[in-house]
Each structure stands twice: as structure tokens, then as C-alpha cells.
């Protein structure tokens, strides 16, 4: 593959980049327990996951997998060019693909090779599509997209963060409209924003939307259609009470009004303490259930 601006950025050498806590990044001081987070060092990766200190485009440092779902995996690392911790989305199906001997490759299994070129091509585009976006200050914004080890890779700047999930809990189970008004409106406004450009989400729930430390609110883990929806080439990440009608179904067209549904499921939520029923049984029974 030919050479990026990334990879003339290399940074640090290794004694130093081993001297990073592999959960948070912070210096570990030569401590065995990270004195911020008190992860200790010795704890093993997730499984299929790439090795700690793994160095991609000979700048950012890998640290721990912090989600795994259908599409990949999404990992903490350090950027050592901006000197600043960062968040690696690598795109890798482990339904379709699997680990090289060195821990780091990927190969595509046999009767795979369609599916996994044409979802990794939906990767890309839309995270290129996505990254133009850098005006939207309500979503989790792209800086910087690759390829390498046979997959793809997406660099979005590392955001100290919780669920809206925790949020609702920690606020003693529901928050006022008034609160509630001043989270959402910017992530709607942002959402309109992104429809007109041909950009969905498809996963808009109490999980994905984040309160950053400010106490704004984002929207992110953008991933591909495929994991929006059952019984596609990906297994489904569907949140249930979140996700619309036709995301169950096999084949069936996912529009702006699928992530309406997510939104306003999460706005209930959040309003509430309470999801409102999977979609395929409010089918049969309407009712919202409002404590």
C-alpha cells in the first residue's frame, strides 16, 4: 500500500510508548497499576483483539479493545504524533474473517470474499462520508481513516465520556424535559444535517449517545447497515426498544424515519427510565407503558 502523510508521523520510541496504561493512556509512572484508572498491566487483551503496543501507520499505539460487536473492534490508543489518546474503530467481522498467525493480519475465510470486500467498502465510504462532517459538533467526528493488516481503520479523537444509559441512572432513573430539551435538540439538528448528505446511523440508543464532560451530548459508534439489521452478512447489534419495525426484517429499506425511531425511543428513555417495547410486539400492542 502506498505511503500516507501518517506514515511519515512515526512517534516515540517503544520504552517510552510501554510506558503507557494500556486502558486509559495515561503514564504509568513505572507502576504496575495505572495510578488514574488502576488498571493493572498485566491484565490480558480481549480475545481477538490486536496485541497491546501494536503500532498502526507507525504512529498510533494500540491499546485495550473496549467494544467488540458484529463490524469490529473499537480500541483506546495513543496518536503519537498529536501526542493525544485516540479512538480506533478497526473494521474486522470476525464472522467473515479471522486472525493471522502474527496477531495482527487478517484473512477472509473461504465463501466470505464477497461479503467481506463489500461490507469493508461500506466501511470506508461511509466513514469518508462522515468525516466530512467536521462542522457537527454533536457527533463523534472522524480525523483520520487507513488501511492496513487487510482491514480498515478509522481515528476519531478519544473522548472522555458515559451513556446516556449511566447518565439517565445516575440522575436518579429519568431526566426533566427541560434537561432532556438541551441534550437532544443539538443531536437532531446534527441528524438532519447528516440525512441530507445520504448519512444514517441506524443505532441511535441510550448506548451509543455519549455525555461528554461539558455535559453536551454526542452521538457515535456509526457502523455499517449491515450489523442495523437481521439476517444480513453481519450478526445484528440491535438495542431492543430502539430499534424500528424493519430492522427485523430480512431485505426490508432502513430510511431517515429508522433512525427517528431510535431517537425518540431514546428521548422516552431518557424522560422516562423506561425503553418502550421491542418494535415486532408493539406491532400487537401499541401501548407506550408510561410508568
Not at 517503544?14 to 498485566?42: I, R, Y
Not at 491484565?43 to 467488540?68: C, D, V
Not at 461490507?119 to 459538533?137: D, N
Amino acid at each position: 500500500m502506498p505511503k500516507t502523510e501518517t506514515d511519515e508521523l512515526g512517534g516515540g520510541n517503544m520504552a517510552e510508548l510501554n510506558d503507557f496504561c494500556m486502558n486509559c493512556m495515561s503514564d504509568l509512572h513505572g507502576k504496575d497499576v495505572c495510578p488514574v484508572c488502576g488498571f493493572q498491566k498485566t491484565k490480558p487483551q480481549k480475545k481477538g483483539a490486536l496485541p497491546y503496543g501494536t503500532m498502526l501507520q507507525n504512529r498510533y499505539l494500540i491499546g485495550r479493545a473496549k467494544k467488540i460487536d458484529g463490524e469490529g473492534l473499537t480500541y483506546i490508543s495513543m496518536d503519537t504524533a498529536l501526542n493525544i489518546p485516540a479512538e480506533i474503530h478497526e473494521y474486522f467481522p470476525m464472522s467473515l474473517a479471522e486472525r493471522a498467525g502474527d496477531g495482527k493480519a487478517v484473512r477472509v475465510l473461504g465463501g466470505s470474499e464477497a461479503a467481506f470486500h463489500e461490507t469493508k467498502t461500506a466501511f470506508l465510504s461511509g466513514s469518508r462520508a462522515l468525516a466530512h462532517m467536521r462542522e457537527l459538533s454533536a457527533i463523534v467526528l472522524i480525523y483520520d481513516i487507513f488501511e492496513e493488516n487487510n482491514v480498515a481503520y478509522t481515528v476519531s479523537e478519544w473522548n472522555e465520556s458515559i451513556s446516556l444509559r449511566y447518565f439517565v441512572k445516575r440522575s436518579g432513573g429519568n431526566i426533566g424535559w427541560n434537561a432532556a430539551r438541551q441534550l437532544f435538540m443539538p443531536v437532531l439538528s446534527a441528524l438532519s444535517t447528516l440525512h441530507a448528505d445520504g448519512i444514517s446511523h441506524f443505532g441511535i440508543s441510550p448506548d451509543t449517545l455519549k455525555i461528554m464532560k461539558d455535559g453536551k451530548m454526542k452521538l457515535g459508534s456509526f457502523s455499517v447497515a449491515s450489523i442495523r439489521q437481521m439476517d444480513t452478512d453481519l450478526p445484528p447489534d440491535l438495542v431492543p426498544g430502539c430499534a424500528a419495525v424493519e430492522q427485523y426484517i430480512m431485505g426490508d429499506t432502513l430510511t431517515e424515519a429508522t433512525d427517528v425511531y431510535g431517537f425518540a425511543a431514546s428521548l422516552f428513555f431518557a424522560l422516562t427510565g423506561t425503553l418502550p417495547m421491542e418494535a415486532p410486539r408493539r406491532q400487537s400492542d401499541s401501548r407506550l407503558m408510561i410508568p
